[in-house]
């Protein structure tokens, strides 16, 4: 537990960026992980295991409804517009801004460390389809990073 | 495989690699470049997601679970709100919503980020007048030693949480966009003072722990933003 109890933290303060709700969520997921322990059939899918059941119970309790990740494919109209004084800012806050289909999959790779192919099994998608969404994540960043250079330089 | 297919991998996954495109990268010099622009992207990724966990979660957690009735407690929670509700009635008032609603929030604001006064973050002065005139004022002089700007969520949308060093003390200035507020709220709790003032594009809002200090950033403001019609 103390093993994964930073990475499932960090997770779920993404999710609901409320560091109290956050930490119930971890405590929710570990209670249901320990009652259904008997179940987790491979031992080094736990983390990923207890992931997922964080996922479920933030949609469960907090959205009252499954997280919205039907959306593959997402125009770059989709994107949030970013306001100028942002440029200068943090990337948090611009993945603040992602659209949650991004935002997701981006978290589960960068705090979780997992696969394409875990996070597509994790999310209920294809493995094509996860790779699309990072791959727009981080252009988008990289985006972002390039027009907050570009009016640096302008200045 | 060719530089198209490389950047898409590479950027679907920056730390997993295929045999084929670790192959590719060694002989590209523009993939080479590629790929380590996107790694320094995936470095400031990494920082910027690290939020703080708090001390002792691991154990916090541990001893909750050895709470033995959850669900005694669940029932604790429910009696707690049913036994406020008549209070919170009577301090809602007839419109549904305190007069003071918005000051409060900005206090409810500072207390769940303890990190903005222990934290130094994007202290810029050139960021603060930016954000200052997307709020629809001019920033005529500096309001203290800038120490934190944050874009937080807030309700249903977003707002500014700027931490500033002033001759009393720390004191937080928090910039609502886009939200109507008829006149002045000022809310006092948990040894902590608010004031939210109505913008010509929003509303600020001034938490200090006192009220004299909030009073003298709120005079400070007026004299140094000019908020724009």
């Known amino acids: ?3 994964y109890s930073a990475d499932l933290y960090r997770y779920a303060w993404w999710l609901c960026r409320d560091r109290h ?3 119930d969520l971890v405590q929710e997921a570990f209670a249901r992980g320990w ?3 008997a179940g987790l059939r491979d031992l080094s899918q736990a983390k990923a295991w207890l992931i997922t059941i964080l996922r479920n119970e933030y949609a469960r309790g907090i959205t009252r409804k499954q997280i919205e990740m039907c959306k593959d494919e997402l125009t770059e109209a989709d994107m949030p517009a970013m306001p100028s004084f942002e440029a200068g800012l943090e990337t948090a806050q611009i993945v603040a801004l992602l659209p949650e289909t991004y935002r997701e999959p981006l978290l589960l790779q960068v705090l979780g460390g997992f696969s394409c192919a875990e996070i597509a099994a994790m999310i209920g998608t294809s ?3 996860v790779m699309t969404r990072l791959t727009r994540a981080r252009q988008t960043l990289r985006q972002h990073y390039a027009d907050a250079g570009k ?3 302008a200045k | 495989m060719n530089c198209l297919e490389f950047h898409r991998q590479k950027l679907a996954d920056p730390r997993r690699l295929s045999t084929e495109a ?7 010099a523009s993939c080479t470049a590629f790929a380590r622009s996107v790694d320094e992207t995936e470095h400031g990724l990494e ?21 033995p009735n959850r669900a005694r407690r669940v029932w604790a929670l429910a009696a707690s709100v049913a036994l406020a509700a008549p209070f919170a009635i009577v301090f809602l008032g007839k419109s549904g919503r305190p007069r003071d609603d918005y000051a409060r929030l900005a206090i409810e604001h500072v207390v769940m980020e303890p990190e903005s006064f222990t934290t130094e973050r994007n202290a810029d002065a050139g960021a603060f007048g930016a954000l200052v005139e997307s709020a629809g004022g001019t920033l005529r002089a500096p309001l203290g030693t800038l120490r934190y700007i944050r874009l937080c969520p807030l309700e249903d949308g977003t707002c500014w949480h700027i931490v500033l060093d002033t001759p009393d003390g720390l004191a937080t200035l928090i910039i609502v966009p886009g939200r109507t507020l008829s006149a002045m709220q000022v809310a006092s709790t948990g040894g902590w003072s608010a004031l939210a003032r109505p913008t010509p594009r929003g509303y600020y809002a001034v938490v200090t722990t006192s009220s004299q200090a909030t009073s003298r950033l709120d005079r400070l403001i007026s004299e140094r933003i000019e908020w724009n019609a």
Do not use: K, N, Y
Not at chain 2, 22 to 28: D, I, L, R, T
């Open chain 1, 151 to 153: 009016r640096r330089m």
């Open chain 2, 22 to 28: 670790q192959a590719h990268v060694h002989g590209c």
């Open chain 2, 47 to 67: 920082h910027a997601l690290a939020t703080p966990v708090p001390d002792g979660l691991a154990d916090r957690i541990i001893l909750r679970s050895r709470t």
């Open chain 1, 35 to 37: 009652t259904a322990w």
């Open chain 1, 1 to 3: 537990m103390r093993a």
């Open chain 1, 21 to 23: 709700l956050a930490e």
């Open chain 1, 127 to 129: 493995e094509g389809a």
